[in-house]
């Protein structure tokens, strides 16, 4: 016998440097680059497994409705509750009101989830017995990693006080400041950051929220507003942190509305929905809950040339129970018009709880 | 339908949401924006005497009217304007916009025109139009002159907004516009403007600050060069008493709703709304249900390898074997009739090779015609 091997194949991992630790709510991705979540995890597993430290997220408004609060909720509260540090800015005389609107984490279902489980498990035992290999311990594992990384967010249940009044939220207006003095809160804020190697302690987040609003007197300095994106994208790049600048992409002109989604590293949009549209209504399932729709035009890739193809760019918005945000693919409606699934829960044999979906 | 603006209007603004704000959009093909505006006024201050509103008072903010133009309105309405000091009042932006008058007053003992002090119980003179934060105080002193502190609410109706972008940047207008919008004791605000005036980004703006735009159309599109000018010119006329009025919600929910009415006066018929479905938003799935025009042409255009084409003549298809002479014979014949349906056919053919020549051709017989069923 020879001795026992430790090793299946001949090439073995030297892994004599351990992986970094990060803080709470970052999570490693290919490339040497470190995720954080936006706060909507069908948003994440689009993205590839969220928004990378230090780029940039653009996401273009829809004047007629107001989607892009809702990813900017999200984002924020992601970061509150995970103890990450948080500038925001907006056109309002206060944005501290803004906060109030936050949402909190959802209650876990995977408490009433797991109460159904032995019942259903007792009927369903001759049937599915390779249940025990999906293991309960893979499942725990994974929900509460998936805690400290992202969480669902009930849009119907106000953040809790403590999170809103904490030392780590800035809040800025930029209706009255100009760019120079967003462009120092920004720097200051950034500098709390710093890149280095090795582990990182604390991440920020930046979110600025309808960058080029008319209110704002610089919102007709087309050339200044740009030389401001670019200069906050640098230096994002080189701190931990992610932004994410919302702008009404009808109220620039559009050689400036592709400069501004050139410098974008990852850049969505969000689109409204015509209510009663019977045409759309026929053509794509689920038409009735959808609130509207988001498009991935490009995703973030850092240290690497190699692009993200994906498979769909478009998605519509649903608030499922009307509190949990939720991304679908879009489906053509076939004849029986049964309702898509979520992009979170990939095929296989679990089933989207929606009504009226075909089970084979 | 107009009903549902005058609703809006109505029930106002929620707490902690900004107040519904309506945009009254017209052009030179269709210059009705007036008319409408003056109903809503009317209709809005009717509901507000009534108690029916959530607001308890209208303040008009007037650049391009005299106040006594609002108060017969009101009057010709049957609202007795009269009695109503404390549920409307008239912030006179037309009479002395610039400072002009007392500055003459000043320098050369010009006394004052005395029509100003007929109307002085429901309107009150505004002199520093340029000034757009002090405008903003002046209304929204006004409005508390009228309903008092604390949290009753007043509606604000501005004509119009293209005479204050006359006097001051886009973006002060804006500031303006959005810090009414959030205004605790705001409960609706609503504008007129005139779309030929401005540039597309300042009519993108005025829109993008307001939850409900309300845009007057020709009814018919004048077209173009090759019309007569006799049909345009009818159209014209019939443009002068019609519009069409197109409105677009905003919905708290992120969906929006868009309506067409017809209109002639003032009076609104609903009209059945196109619902042109917008092809930019649908995004392009993998597949297509409907066919393109030119889809369509071209399929119209295959000929189909039946010798029976249901059109009553026979059709010889080029069959592989037949000889290179019979074909010969045959192609002019069958050219013929191919080029007139296969004129415009691009690339697609289909070939047909017969499997013996015993077959015969296709019949209109049923071969189940026999069956007893």
Known sequence: ?360 | MAESIYRALRDGALEGELAPALTIKDSVASPFALQVFSHVISQLFSSILAGKSQSRGLVVVSFSRSPSFYLDLLKNKGTDVASSNKQIQILDCYSDPLGWKDQLAGSRNFTALSNEAMVSSNAIVFREVKHMDKLYNSIIELGKGLVGGGKIRFSIAIDSADEMLRHAPVSSVARLLSNLRSHDQISSIFWLLHSDLHEARVTAVLEYLSSIVASLEPSHQLANGQRGDLENFSLIKHNSKKGKFHVRFKKRNGRSEEVHIEQSGINFASLPSEGAINQGLVPKVQFSLQLSEKERIDKANVVLPFEHQGNGKPIQIYDGRRSLVDSKHERPVSAVENVQTNENCGSGEIIYYRDSDDEMPDSDEDPDDDLDI
């Open chain 1, 1 to 360: 016998m020879a001795a026992a091997k430790t090793r299946t194949s001949t090439f073995s991992r030297n892994l004599s440097t351990a992986p970094p630790s990060h803080g709470p709510g970052l999570k490693c991705g290919p490339n040497g680059t470190v995720f954080l979540s936006s706060g909507i995890p069908d948003l994440d597993k689009i993205l590839g497994g969220g928004f990378p430290l230090g780029s940039l997220v653009m996401v273009m408004e829809d004047a007629e409705a107001p989607h892009h609060m809702l990813l900017l909720r999200n984002f924020m509260a992601q970061g509150l509750v995970l103890g990450q540090h948080l500038l925001y800015s907006s056109p309002a005389r206060d944005p501290r009101g803004f906060l109030g609107t936050l949402p909190s984490p959802a209650a876990s279902k995977d408490d009433k989830s797991r109460e159904r489980d032995p019942d259903q498990e007792k009927g369903l035992r001759i049937a599915w017995q390779y249940k025990k290999y999906f293991g309960e311990n893979q499942l725990d594992g994974q929900r509460d990693g998936k805690h400290e990384y992202s969480n669902e967010f009930d849009l119907r249940k106000p953040l809790e006080r403590h999170f809103i009044n904490g030392p780590r939220i800035d809040c800025v207006s930029i209706q009255d400041s100009d760019l120079s003095t967003l462009r120092d809160r920004c720097a200051t804020f950034l500098s709390q950051f710093p890149r280095n190697d090795g582990s990182i302690s604390c991440a920020g987040r930046i979110a600025i929220q309808s960058f080029c609003a008319p209110q704002c007197a610089y919102s007709n300095m087309e050339w200044d507003m740009l030389s401001f994106i670019r200069s906050l994208k640098s230096m994002v790049r080189s701190s931990n942190s992610v932004a994410i600048v919302t702008f009404p992409p009808s109220l620039l002109s559009p050689s400036f509305c592709k400069r501004w989604q050139h410098m974008a590293d990852t850049l969505l949009s969000v689109k409204a929905i015509q209510d009663e549209d019977k045409e759309l209504a026929q053509l794509l399932t689920g038409y009735q809950d959808m609130v509207g729709f988001l498009n991935v035009h490009k995703v973030a890739r850092i240290n690497t040339q190699v692009p993200v193809i994906l498979e769909a760019t478009t998605f519509s918005i649903k608030l499922q129970k009307r509190r949990y945000l939720v991304l679908e693919c879009l489906n053509q409606a076939p004849v029986d018009g049964s309702s898509g699934t979520s992009y979170g829960t990939s095929g296989g044999c679990s089933s989207s709880s929606k009504t009226g979906n075909l089970d084979f």
